[in-house]
């Protein structure tokens, strides 16, 4: 297998601390320095999160602006993806900051339990996000939870709901949600293939299901996510010192299947993005 493959590393999310690992970036600085570390490792996604200076989440635009500015400084070329999760707002302000253009945004299309609430996104609030996607020529990655995620993006597809290409990730190991079991893993590339040919797709686990699940995709063909957000550790007993080693981890097994792992060039390419 000779397929580049993509590596997004997912820096900070909305719930990991500084008491839980303090290699978690959760000032603008830290994100940007974290980040470039990563991109150096081999990642060419960022997917960002920002935080407020208590360390709990924010979706404030100021805050995305800053950040997409010095990643467009230190990382040059990398791909900036902003979440829309509802960690970080209620309603419209989780899509608050689609004006500043990232190249990709993380788009749910449906809701599910997650450890300890409902992560709601109605129909409307899809729709919207989507919309305002579509107005600043983002490209939604898919978020999916569940298989009713993944046939539901592919019929707003087909409806002309999404910009841009097709990209879809299998988020698994999530409390409540689907978790990071094989056979599933293999049905869901297997419908995504049989019902959206063109797509491409990435798979990320969590927590201790990191590894695992970037190991099936690779093996696989698709693209993966490591990265603080989801996985504070190397193993039980030992902290993450950065979201560098764990997109290293992911790199090592990309060598170990002889995929090369995609620059951000081949990427963009990849992906169907506009030029950095």
């Known amino acids: 297998m000779s397929d580049p493959c993509i590596l997004c590393v997912a820096i900070t999310g909305s719930v990991p601390t500084k008491a839980a690992n303090p290699a978690v970036p959760v000032t603008i600085t830290e994100q940007i320095e ?6 150096e490792a081999g990642a060419s996604i960022c997917h960002a999160h920002v935080r407020n200076d208590d360390e709990t989440p924010s979706s404030d635009p100021e805050k995305f602006a800053r950040l997409k500015e010095g990643l467009e400084k230190h990382c040059p070329g990398m791909i900036i993806q902003f979440s829309t999760g509802g960690r970080s707002g209620a309603g419209k302000a989780r899509g608050g ?6 190249d990709m945004a993380s788009l749910s299309v449906g809701s599910n339990n997650f450890p300890t609430r409902v992560y709601e996104n109605p129909p409307d609030l899809v729709d919207w996000l989507a919309s305002e996607m579509r107005a600043h020529e983002v490209v939604p990655e898919i978020e999916a939870f569940d298989l009713s995620h993944i046939l539901q993006a592919i019929q707003h597809h087909k409806d002309g709901k999404l910009f841009g290409r097709l990209y879809v990730q299998f988020v698994m190991g ?24 063109e797509a491409a797709w990435c798979a990320a686990g969590i927590g ?10 690779i093996a696989a063909g698709g693209h993966t996510r490591a990265g603080l957000e ?12 950065s979201n560098a080693a764990l997109i290293k981890r ?9 995929r090369p792992v995609a620059t951000w060039q081949q990427a963009r390419d990849i992906l169907g993005l506009r030029s950095a």
């Open 208 to 217: 201790p299901n990191q590894i695992v699940v970037n190991e099936w995709a």
């Open 230 to 241: 989801d996985n504070v550790r190397l193993d039980r007993n030992t902290l993450a010192p």
């Open 250 to 258: 992911a790199a090592d097994l990309c060598e170990k299947y002889e």
């Open 97 to 102: 900051m689609l004006s500043l253009r990232p």
């Open 34 to 39: 974290s980040t470039h570390e990563a991109f």
């Open 174 to 197: 999530v409390k409540n949600a689907m978790p990071a079991d094989k056979e599933v893993f293999d049905f869901y590339v297997a419908q995504l293939k049989a019902r959206a040919p």
